[in-house]
């Protein structure tokens, strides 16, 4: 069984401050991973992807990956009130014809 | 260009009946994927089509059948509805890696 595994929270942070989300993943063959945004009653929207070990920023985002920990994160930095959201995590496995298996989603809520 | 879209958006079913979810995408991509998303609960990826002419099963099947009409169409059927088949359903395309979603069909079956 792949498994993705977030903290479904919700998780709280004042406005102005970092938030840090967190995923881990099961399957060893998960060659690139995806963070999406999902704003309640609406459908996931792609925030970004990481596929090497490392971190990669774009705009207020950053993503973070470690293969040997299997371990996936996405920094938030200058959280707004709009950045409140349910945030997925999926991992891609080439080997499964691309198939995403998704986490169940951490909960961010940005205090004004 | 209008993306994903998928009709109906909301859908009321008694328990039984049979309907069909449709999704089309204009943006040419080869592989497109059913999912559904119960509260508190991830995507599951129900069936997908790697290209036109071809479908798999995904992690949850039973009670489902897929058609890829042609490459922009792929709809999702259920036979007899169920009340455990209450869900959000998601219909998405991809090219490479990347999966864009549509925005959604609401079922309730009761």
């Known amino acids: 069984q792949k498994e993705v595994e977030q903290n479904s929270g919700p998780l709280s942070v004042p406005e102005g401050a970092i938030a840090s989300l967190n995923c881990t993943y099961s399957?060893?063959?998960?060659?690139?991973f995806f963070w999406y945004r999902q704003y309640s009653g609406k459908s996931p929207e792609l925030i970004m992807f990481?596929?090497?070990?490392g971190d990669k920023e774009d705009g207020r985002f950053t993503a973070q990956l470690n293969k040997a920990s299997q371990y996936v994160s996405l920094l938030i930095r200058d959280s707004q009130p709009s950045d409140s959201a349910t945030y997925l995590c999926?991992?891609?496995?080439?080997?499964?014809?691309?198939?995403?298996?998704f986490g169940s989603g951490t909960q961010l809520t940005v205090l004004p | 260009n209008a993306g994903v879209t998928q009709t109906p958006k909301f859908q009321v079913l008694k328990t039984g009946q049979s309907m069909t979810l449709q999704c089309a995408q204009d943006?040419?991509?080869?592989?497109m994927y059913w999912y559904r998303q119960d509260p508190g609960m991830g995507l599951r990826l129900i069936y997908y089509?790697?290209?036109?002419?071809?479908?798999d099963k995904g992690e949850v099947p039973n009670g489902y059948n897929v058609s890829r009409l042609n490459k922009r169409e792929f709809s999702l059927r259920l036979e007899s509805a169920a009340p455990s088949q209450t869900s959000v359903y998601f219909c998405?395309?991809?090219?490479?890696?990347?999966?864009?979603f549509g925005p959604g069909t609401r079922l309730l079956v009761l």
């Open positions: 998405a395309s991809s090219a490479k890696e990347t999966q864009y």
């Open positions: 399957d060893r063959g998960s060659q690139s």
């Open positions: 990481i596929y090497s070990n």
């Open positions: 999926a991992a891609l496995n080439l080997g499964s014809a691309r198939q995403l298996t």
């Open positions: 943006m040419n991509h080869n592989s």
């Open positions: 089509s790697a290209s036109e002419g071809t479908t």
